[in-house]
């Protein structure tokens, strides 16, 4: 109840601070929308056949549910990027001391506001890919019975995930190179608009640094392929593994610079 209480309560906050305007609402739309179409249509002056090189490593057909799976998983973990950026302004505005003279966990603090951002965040781009696929006829190419499963791992991943960078946005004092480097490098190294097979060797190796690389991954073989859970057990595993690694580093890291914070009076760790 205490968790859920604060999960709530990071929820109403997020709510009241990003979500003001409505035309917060618009920018949720239009700005994936247009990453996503500009994607879409850079893959239109190349050959797009069977004879294609790019046929190698993907249904050329499947373009389209290719990149809205994509950019819906992207936007899942995006979302959460700039939710632990709003730690700066956080610092900058003064009021970090709330997070640390709160009486409650500081770590359910910390995977709580990733959560309370995310819903808002993501819904609607989530109806616009359910919009889009009504729209290009490909509804029925998904295996729907799939889809609560996908979204839930997507959810929770993207949620340690968010957790995690709040920890670590938290005790930076310059986080704008972070945020740099989960931004274009993590679209592009993480199969989101290229098939994770079609970069070059050294390509592959970054995106494994990305948790999005192995949802993306079993989330477009249940949602596309129609694998079941079972098929998909080594998969799953591997992800499970390394969310369980973020946890136990997020928890070590908190501790480490609370720690810190004690002995020094400094909020800065690194």
């Known amino acids: 109840m205490n968790i859920l209480s604060i999960l709530i309560a990071e929820t109403i906050k997020s709510h009241q601070h990003n979500f003001h305007n409505k035309l917060i609402y618009f920018s949720l739309l239009i700005w994936p929308s247009l990453l996503f179409v500009t994607s879409y249509y850079s893959f239109k002056p190349f050959n797009l056949s069977?004879?294609?090189?790019?046929?190698?490593?993907?249904?050329?057909?499947?373009?389209?549910?290719?990149?809205?799976?994509?950019?819906?998983?992207?936007?899942?973990?995006?979302?959460?990027?700039?939710?632990?950026?709003?730690m700066s302004h956080e610092r900058q505005a003064g009021t970090l001391e709330l997070i640390f003279l709160s009486p409650v966990s500081r770590i359910a603090v910390m995977f709580s506001r990733a959560a309370g951002n995310l819903l808002e965040a993501v819904w609607l781009f989530t109806a616009f890919t359910f919009f889009m696929l009504i729209l290009t006829g490909h509804a029925g190419d998904i295996s729907w019975w799939n889809v609560p499963v996908g979204f839930i791992l997507l959810s929770i991943s993207a949620v340690i995930w968010g957790g995690f960078l709040n920890i670590v946005f938290l005790f930076?004092?310059?986080?704008?190179?972070?945020?740099?480097?989960?931004?274009?490098?993590?679209?592009?190294?993480?199969?989101?608009?290229?098939?994770?097979?079609?970069?070059?060797?050294?390509?592959?190796?970054?995106?494994?640094?990305?948790?999005?690389?192995?949802?993306?991954?079993?989330?477009?073989?249940?949602?596309?392929?129609?694998?079941?859970?079972?098929?998909?057990?080594?998969?799953?595993?591997?992800?499970?593994?390394?969310?369980?690694?973020?946890?136990?580093?997020?928890?070590?890291?908190?501790?480490k610079a609370e720690k810190h914070a004690k002995e020094t009076g400094n909020m800065v760790l690194f």
């Open 50 to 86: 069977e004879t294609s090189p790019l046929s190698k490593y993907m249904d050329v057909d499947d373009i389209t549910l290719f990149l809205l799976t994509g950019y819906l998983a992207y936007i899942f973990f995006w979302s959460l990027v700039q939710s632990a950026w709003g």
């Open 172 to 255: 930076s004092r310059d986080a704008g190179i972070l945020f740099t480097l989960f931004e274009e490098p993590m679209q592009f190294f993480s199969g989101v608009r290229i098939p994770i097979l079609a970069i070059p060797f050294w390509g592959k190796w970054i995106g494994l640094l990305f948790p999005l690389t192995y949802v993306l991954e079993i989330f477009r073989e249940l949602i596309l392929n129609g694998k079941s859970v079972i098929e998909l057990a080594l998969s799953i595993s591997i992800l499970i593994s390394i969310l369980t690694f973020l946890f136990g580093v997020s928890i070590i890291l908190l501790k």
